[in-house]
Structure formats: structure tokens, C-alpha cells
């Protein structure tokens, strides 16, 4: 790792925080006397920001330059997550600033997945990018284990569930003061973007599907985190083997596989062809209902999915550099897919189809394995 990538690796590390939101619903739920219908706004506050702003980022980045799109993105959440430290605020304003978390969060993710680029010596931008993803993942564990280390330990527990806050804000400051101070050359386009020529680049066979490929690669993961667990225990595991051997199995090989893809000096299309048979064969694994079958679907589905979106994003972004920032924020958008898809196989659940339901997920991945060995998509890192 160069010295040069690591403030942009500590910006996906701090990514990970927005993922708090869900641990921390149920001590906001007693805080405040909520139900839990009305808890989960937090973790829609975030959603609705990543879907609200994520092209918008891409042009303004394109504009002003990644790295302040970076910068201004690390400061909105610093701000953020500043007020709840100095007072216990209402919970319209808690709602605030967590939306403003979620659109900081999302300038981060649509600036960052490109800048990697910028900074990564001449042929690692695959490589790099997968190993900030599996980084951004250990922040999110991370950040969940703080939340729930906040209830046990004295110095965090003074200030109740927002005690976890001040580490979230140190972390923050020092990302955007290395941030700052980070010379980066970047990229750009020679006219600057609007939103007609973002969508125009949608006309290009290969953008149009890779943003399709992102919008069913996250709608497939997110199918996995909601029912892996409950298909498991359908199948004949107990509740906590179940948690155990689902969603956590899975969620600890998609950064174990991340990690390994930044390590690993294959090429980013072979990643890719490699992540997405495997990710189809987990899910075939699964649909079987039975339990030895759905535990390799779960092994392999965790390493499959592992390496979709940063070998994906990165061969698309190589295709054209220059237009790195907007087709950041159309694939970005395309994480709207984990409130589609879901549903689909929430779905097929409810009507009794058991394992098949796990052909969502599946039909997601035959595309990418289509996508995989597409010509248009064949691009060496």
C-alpha cells in the first residue's frame, strides 16, 4: 500500500459508519419511545440519501474535482455526527443529521470508488478498490461491534446509545485533515458534465449494463443479508446456527474475498468471471433446500459476491477515465436495487416457494455471469 492511498483507504473505512444505523435503532427506539416501524427511519434517511444524490454527486464531482467532493463529504459527516455529542437532540433533528450523514456518506462512495484510481500506481486500481471495499466492510462490522460495546464500557456508556459518536467524529476529522492535505491529479472530462450527457453515457451498451449489473449485484446481496437466516432455519438449522452460518458466514467471506482480491495479483476480469460463477453456483446451492447444500451456497455465495461491484466498477470506469466521476454516480444510483429485488423474493417467501426463492438471487447472478464474458466488458486492469 502506498502512502498516497491511505487517507482515501481511511475514507472507506469511515464509510462503514452509516452502517451503525441499524444497530443502533433499538437504544434511539427506547430513547425516543418509538415503534419499531418508526426506528427504521434512521436507516431510511440513509437510503433516501444515497438515491437522492448519488448522480447529482457525480456531476459535482466532475465539476469541482474528487478529492473536495471527498473532503466536502467527510465534513458534512463530521458535522452530523458532531450535534448528537453536544446535546441529545429531538428526534426530527437526529433524523436530520442522519440524512446528512447518508448524503456525505454518498458524496464519499460516488467520489471515492474513482479516486482510488488517481492515487493507485499504474495497473493496481482493481486491486485497490477491492481491498478499500473489504476495508469500507470492516468498518461496518466495526462500527456495529462499537454500538453494542457502548452499552458495557464506562467511557462509552456516559452519553447512552450516542456514546459511540465521539469515535465516529475522530475518526472522521483525521480522514479529512489527511484528505486535505492529499495532492491528487485527477482525471477529467474536457467540457464540463450535465445531466444530459451523465444519462447519455447510458446509450453505451456496456455502461447501460454495468449499472443494470450493479443494480442486481446489491439487490442479490441484500436478498441474501434478509433471508438467509430465516431460509436456513426453514431448512433445519437451529435459530442461532442459523444466524450463525447465514448472514455472519456470509457477510465474514465477503470481506475475507474482498481483501484477498486486493492481495492477490490476478486481473480484474478474472476476479470477476471467477466471483460471479461463484455466485451463481452458491445460489443454485441454496435453492436445493437442503442443509449441507445451502452451507456451501453460503461459502461460496459469500466469496462470489465478494468482488462484483469494485472488479465491475473498476472495468467500467478503464473504459473511460475521464468520465470516472459520472459513471461513479450512475452506478452508485443503482444501489437502489437492494429495495427492489428484495422484494421480488420477499415475495416468493410468502407464497411458500422455500429454497426456490433463492432464484432471485440466482437470476441476478446469471446476468453478471452473462455480463462477465461480454466482450464489451473485457477490459485488463
Not at 473532503?71 to 441529545?88: D, E, T
Not at 464500557?153 to 469515535?167: Q, T
Not at 459469500?302 to 468520465?323: H, Q, S, Y
Amino acid at each position: 500500500m502506498r502512502l498516497r492511498t491511505f487517507p482515501v483507504f481511511l475514507a472507506f473505512l469511515v464509510m462503514g459508519i452509516a452502517d451503525a444505523m441499524g444497530p443502533m435503532a433499538d437504544g434511539v427506539r427506547a430513547q425516543y419511545h418509538l415503534s419499531h416501524a418508526a426506528a427504521t427511519l434512521l436507516t431510511f434517511s440513509v437510503f433516501i440519501a444515497f438515491a437522492a444524490f448519488s448522480v447529482p454527486a457525480g456531476l459535482l464531482a466532475a465539476r469541482i474535482g474528487r478529492k473536495r467532493m471527498l473532503v466536502l463529504g467527510l465534513g458534512m459527516n463530521a458535522a452530523a455526527i458532531l450535534v448528537p455529542i453536544l446535546a441529545l437532540p429531538s428526534f426530527g433533528v437526529l433524523l436530520g443529521c442522519i440524512f446528512v450523514l447518508g448524503a456525505g456518506t454518498t458524496f464519499l462512495q460516488v467520489a471515492g470508488n474513482p479516486i482510488m484510481r488517481d492515487v493507485s500506481a499504474p495497473g493496481a486500481y482493481p486491486r485497490n478498490l477491492a481491498l478499500a471495499q473489504g476495508i469500507k466492510g470492516l468498518g461496518s462490522a466495526s462500527s456495529a461491534y462499537l454500538v453494542g460495546l457502548v452499552a458495557i464500557l464506562p467511557v462509552f456508556s456516559i452519553l447512552g446509545w450516542r456514546g459511540v459518536f465521539p469515535v465516529f467524529f475522530v475518526l472522521m476529522a483525521l480522514a479529512l485533515v489527511l484528505m486535505a492535505g492529499l495532492k491528487v491529479e485527477e482525471s477529467q472530462a474536457e467540457v464540463p458534465p450535465s445531466l444530459a450527457s451523465s444519462l447519455a453515457l447510458l446509450k453505451d451498451p456496456a455502461f447501460l449494463f454495468a449499472v443494470l449489473g450493479i443494480f442486481l449485484y446489491v439487490g442479490a446481496e441484500v436478498c441474501m443479508a434478509r433471508f438467509l437466516k430465516p431460509a436456513l432455519a426453514g431448512f433445519g438449522w437451529s435459530e442461532d446456527r442459523a444466524a450463525l452460518l447465514g448472514p455472519t458466514l456470509f457477510f465474514a467471506l465477503l470481506t475475507v474475498g474482498r481483501l484477498a482480491a486486493g492481495l492477490l495479483p490476478f486481473s480484474a476480469r478474472a476476479w470477476f468471471r471467477l466471483s460471479a460463477g461463484l455466485g451463481l453456483i452458491g445460489a443454485l446451492c441454496l435453492m436445493a433446500g437442503t442443509p449441507r447444500l445451502s452451507l456451501a451456497g453460503v461459502i461460496l455465495g459469500g466469496l462470489g459476491f465478494a468482488n462484483i461491484w469494485p472488479m465491475l466498477f473498476a472495468l467500467t470506469v478503464e473504459r473511460r477515465p475521464e468520465r470516472a466521476s459520472e459513471l461513479s454516480g450512475l452506478m452508485c444510483m443503482a444501489i437502489s436495487g437492494g429495495a427492489g429485488v428484495p422484494l421480488l423474493m420477499g415475495r416468493l417467501s410468502d407464497l411458500g416457494f422455500g429454497g426456490l426463492a433463492f432464484a432471485v438471487p440466482a437470476a441476478c447472478f446469471l446476468f453478471l455471469a452473462g455480463l462477465a464474458f461480454r466482450p464489451a466488458v473485457r477490459a485488463e486492469a
